[in-house]
């Protein structure tokens, strides 16, 4: 594992509510690195401001006070087409409602990132084929998102995020909505694309199974991190009963 | 309780309302003025000299009141799409299906009387503006028109009430017969354009065909009469729908298959097209028939304004005759720069009015004579003092003398019996200016002026192309204020319509615009993509509009000198105009929506 981090974050804040109104602090100073490679979690209960910290790393809001960097970039005050082509080159997303375009088949959803960017036509098609074949989607292309099942979604998004080859890959919650088959498919999955493609993963759940696919696990409670855990050399089953070990105190 | 709750949907969807009412109001409005004058029978009667004109209305009225038909169904199933959540909510918390159904149906019923009324408001206030402006700027002469007329408010109000009641028994049963789950997650699904060639050659062939009946029928006219207009109407509606409903689907399958398709947002604009490919074709019909319409009706109502100064220009070579010209006359009229003015002296008898021959001989008088089957053409004629004598056209000289003199008879003496006359000698003075509608401010003073010395000089005893016009201005002014009036409601409507639809689903595409951005794409972009989307819905129908309009001008060519044709690039000029501003004010509004 290389230790060069693609993305740090220091010292982050977010306050909601206008100064000298009702004002409500989401994030209260997060500080960490993710290293090139790396498959990172991000865990806590429902309120503990764990989306609210994914939305500022992956340039969806901006935070109050704090600095993001991604690949050496510093993005917390990117704006306008410079943020477009941040997120559209750097940046992969994968969310619990799949977020795909139902107007468009899965091939056109995951082929939408290169033709924004006006790839040529010729290099389209073999991108989009070889990564759908690599995420086992190849016959469904043709299809529609609302004839897919959300397995099948979830990779479709999948594709989607990665055929740009971003340099960091966020996924929140993205097993939320898939049964338990799907969800392990799609974790081994990322699995996969960590170790074979080298892309840096940050994942945000609150559900021990997929945090257990991770190989650092960050605990958020009340707007700070609280704990840290290393799965080392730990197998993922004993990863997992670590996980609920630690949930178990760390909510307390 | 459940009021309540229906108050607070109400209120947290206000800026949905507002689309839905402004779209309901207009419609109402637009409805109201046509029928304001489409009842109106004394205004019909006196405004125009052609009895096909009240059927034309009466056509008119059973189209627009299709077209309404349309338009709320759309209305209603936007109201539907807003509800259907909040609906379903209730239903979760445990409402009764009977105290939902009240609900549903008072709310239908409420949004429509509401906007109904106030549309019949704004329609009588829109008459009465735009007749007023189309008066002035014309310089028309109207009568009998009233902006406020009762029975066209009555029928506005029936109709649109009876609708909403039926819409809201539609929405009665729609909302209560689905269960509450399919109403919280009730999601658009879209429809995957598919290419059956069979079907849709026939729809082609079946369309081409339609049309072109429709299109003979109308240059056909003058052989079908009333029946002609009425084929012309189902057969054109029926084929532009089957056309739109065939090729379009054509037109995207083979779109995406283009290199075009993948640049950019191309293709995310062809498949937003796609998924609304069956409600879109449906309203792009409509619009296209509303587009020919109005282009239609403004063409024709300026066909009818530059027709006028021909007409007056047929009844005589002359502007004015004026007898005896006072120094201040004769000031104004060298002010007027005329091309011809002759002098003609005469002597009053007892019977007849003697002129010299010699004179006419010298400065032969001109007079217009009709030409060809339709009469519509005319000819100058330069007569000496035998050739008017004998002319049918005398009469045009007759005209431009005083009163008195137009009593008598007109008689050409020789040189040696006018000297022998012994009755004082009096002058008539012809002149022609260059336009008469120009000089028409000079040329009314200088007419008044003569009509202060010669009390019966009014009306057509005037003479002269001055009087023609004036007589001709009457008789086409309802025409010409027809093809504005009518011209400006169906392009109202027809933008109304179009906006309308494109902004009901704008709710709906918001989500598609917001992941858009997520995934990286510049808001330059986001741009381009619904102007380029909004671009299509409005050329398409323009396009078929156009060529409507083009095949459609030739019923009026009997009744038109020359050809309805000439300088229409004017009026398409003003309605591309109109239709512009439309397409930026739904963009902008549209923008506002999904990119917020």
């Known amino acids: 594992m290389s230790t060069t981090p693609i993305m740090t974050v220091t010292d982050l804040h977010k306050t909601y509510g206008k100064a000298g109104s009702k004002q409500y602090e989401a994030l209260k100073g997060i500080n960490f690195n993710v290293n090139a490679g790396e498959f990172v979690g991000i865990m806590g209960a429902s309120g503990s401001g764990k989306t609210t910290l994914l939305n500022m790393l992956a340039t969806l809001d901006q935070p109050t006070s704090g600095e993001v960097t991604i690949n050496q970039q510093p993005i917390t005050h990117l704006k306008g087409n410079r943020l477009a082509d941040f997120r559209a080159k750097e940046i992969g997303f994968i969310f619990q409602d799949f977020n795909l375009l139902e107007t468009m088949t899965a091939y056109e959803n995951i082929a939408l990132p290169l033709t924004l960017q006006n790839t040529a036509a010729k290099k389209i098609k073999p991108a989009v084929e070889a990564v759908a074949s690599h995420l086992g989607i190849a016959e469904f292309l043709n299809n529609y998102p609302n004839e897919l099942s959300g397995g099948q979604k979830q990779r479709v998004a999948a594709a989607r995020a990665l055929i740009n080859e971003p340099a960091m890959l966020f996924g929140d919650e993205p097993t939320g909505a898939l049964d338990s088959k799907s969800a392990r498919e799609l974790l081994d999955l990322f699995t996969t694309i960590n170790r074979e493609q080298a892309v840096s993963i940050l994942l945000v759940t609150h559900d021990p199974f997929s945090a257990s696919y991770c190989q650092r696990i960050l605990f958020i409670k009340d707007g700070k991190i609280g704990q840290e855990l290393n799965r080392a050399d730990l197998s993922r089953q004993d990863f997992y009963q670590q996980i609920l070990d630690t949930l178990g105190t760390f909510e307390q | 309780m459940l009021t309540k709750l229906a108050m607070t949907g109400f209120q947290k969807r206000w800026r949905d309302y507002l689309v839905l009412f402004s779209g309901l109001i207009m419609s109402s409005a637009i409805f109201y003025m046509f029928e304001a004058l489409a009842t109106n029978k004394a205004f019909l009667k006196q405004n125009t000299s052609i009895s096909m004109v009240g059927m034309i209305f009466q056509f008119g009225s059973v189209l627009l009141t299709i077209i309404t038909l349309v338009y709320i169904g759309y209305a209603n199933s936007f109201l539907l799409s807003m509800r259907k959540r909040d609906y379903g909510l209730f239903m979760l918390v445990g409402a009764r299906k009977g105290k939902i159904g009240q609900l549903i149906w008072l709310e239908t019923l409420l949004v429509g009387i509401t906007a109904t009324i106030i549309g019949i408001a704004l329609g009588s206030l829109l008459t009465m503006g735009l007749s007023q402006v189309l008066i002035n700027s014309l310089g028309l002469t109207l009568h009998h028109l009233a902006a406020w007329y009762f ?435 739904t963009v902008q509004i549209y923008r506002r929506i999904v990119l917020q």
């Open chain 2, 151 to 585: 029975p066209a408010a009555l029928t506005t109000l029936l109709l649109y009430v009876g609708l909403f009641i039926i819409a809201g028994f539609f929405n009665l049963i729609a909302l209560t017969k689905t269960p509450a789950l399919k109403l919280l997650h009730s999601n658009d699904q879209p429809n995957r354009p598919k290419l059956k060639p069979v079907r849709q050659l026939v729809e082609v062939i079946i369309g081409l065909l339609s049309i072109s009946i429709g299109y003979w029928s109308m240059a056909n006219l003058d052989k079908l009469q009333l029946a002609g207009i009425g084929i012309a109407l189902v057969t054109i509606v029926l084929g532009t729908y089957l056309l739109f409903n065939a090729i379009f689907v054509w037109l995207i399958v083979l779109l995406k298959r283009l290199p075009f398709a993948n640049r950019g947002l191309n293709g995310f604009t062809l498949s937003q097209l796609s998924f609304r490919i069956r409600n879109y074709t449906k309203i792009l019909a409509i619009v296209a028939m509303l587009f020919a319409l109005a282009l239609g009706a403004i063409t024709v109502g300026m066909g009818f304004h530059r027709q006028v100064p021909l007409m007056a220009n047929g009844t005589s070579a002359y502007d004015m005759g004026i007898v005896n010209t006072t120094s201040q006359q004769q000031a104004q009229i060298k002010a007027l720069k005329p091309t011809t003015e002759t002098t003609y002296h005469f002597k009053i008898g007892k019977k007849a009015v003697y002129y010299r021959a010699s004179e006419f001989n010298a400065q032969p008088f001109a007079t217009m004579s009709p030409v060809g089957k339709t009469q519509l053409k005319f000819k100058l004629k330069r007569l000496d003092a035998q050739k008017l004598t004998k002319s049918y056209e005398r009469y045009q000289f007759g005209q431009l003398q005083g009163s008195a003199q137009q009593q008598l008879a007109t008689t050409m003496v020789s040189e040696q019996q006018y000297q022998s006359l012994t009755q004082p000698e009096q002058r008539l003075t012809v002149f022609v200016t260059k336009d008469v509608v120009a000089n028409q401010a000079a040329l009314k003073k200088l007419a008044a002026s003569q009509q202060k010395r010669d009390h019966a000089l009014q009306g057509q005893v005037l003479g002269g192309r001055y009087s023609g016009y004036q007589m001709v201005n009457g008789m086409y002014s309802g025409l010409e204020f027809m093809g504005f009036f009518l011209g400006i409601a169906f392009l109202a409507m027809l933008a109304s319509c179009l906006m309308f639809k494109i902004l009901s689903g704008a709710a709906a595409d918001q989500h598609r615009y917001v992941m858009l951005a997520k995934i990286g794409t510049r808001t330059s972009e986001l741009n381009n993509a619904l102007r380029k989307e909004i671009a299509v819905l409005f050329i398409l129908p323009g396009i078929v509009g156009v060529v409507h309009v083009l095949f459609g001008l030739k019923m009026f060519s009997f009744i038109m000198i020359g050809s309805p044709y000439t300088g229409i690039w004017l009026p398409f000029l003003i309605f591309a105009g109109l239709y512009l501003i439309y397409y930026l004010i």
